[in-house]
């Protein structure tokens, strides 16, 4: 199984750029396609963005389309969000997660995701 380790979150006025990785082991890391959720104190978990294991399609959440960008290096077993233009409203724990099978079309869904981070703090003040 893959072990995933996600790093990067901190505090940043609205505006202002993160960059989180979710390093994992395991050498199957570039079979998986990567999602990363965040979930904020009183919600439940949402699905932010997600790539395909070779890093050709992408996906995100309306939410942060323009704004933010997923991109991965297999060779480094890492995937990488880019947080541009952060608004206080992104502020939450992120999560990292890869996808243990099922279609592309489900990539929204956190049944779709098998291994998961511990998460890392993103927040963001106004």
């Known amino acids: 199984q893959v072990q995933l380790v996600e790093s990067g979150g901190g505090l940043v006025q609205a505006g202002g750029s993160l960059r989180l990785s979710c390093a994992a082991s395991?050498?199957?890391?570039?079979?998986?396609?990567v999602g990363w959720f965040r979930q904020a104190p009183g919600k439940e978990r949402e699905f932010v963005a997600a790539i395909s294991w070779g890093g050709v399609s992408t996906s995100y959440a309306d939410s942060v389309k323009g704004r933010f960008t997923i991109s991965r290096d297999n060779a480094m077993h890492t995937v990488y969000l880019q947080m541009n233009s952060l608004k206080p409203e992104d502020t939450a724990l992120y999560y990292c997660?890869?996808?243990?099978?099922?279609?592309?079309?489900?990539?929204?869904?956190?049944?779709?995701?098998?291994?998961w981070g511990q998460g890392t703090q993103v927040t963001v003040s106004s």
């Open positions: 997660a890869t996808a243990s099978g099922g279609s592309w079309l489900h990539i929204h869904s956190e049944s779709t995701f098998g291994s």
């Open positions: 395991g050498r199957t890391f570039i079979s998986y396609a």
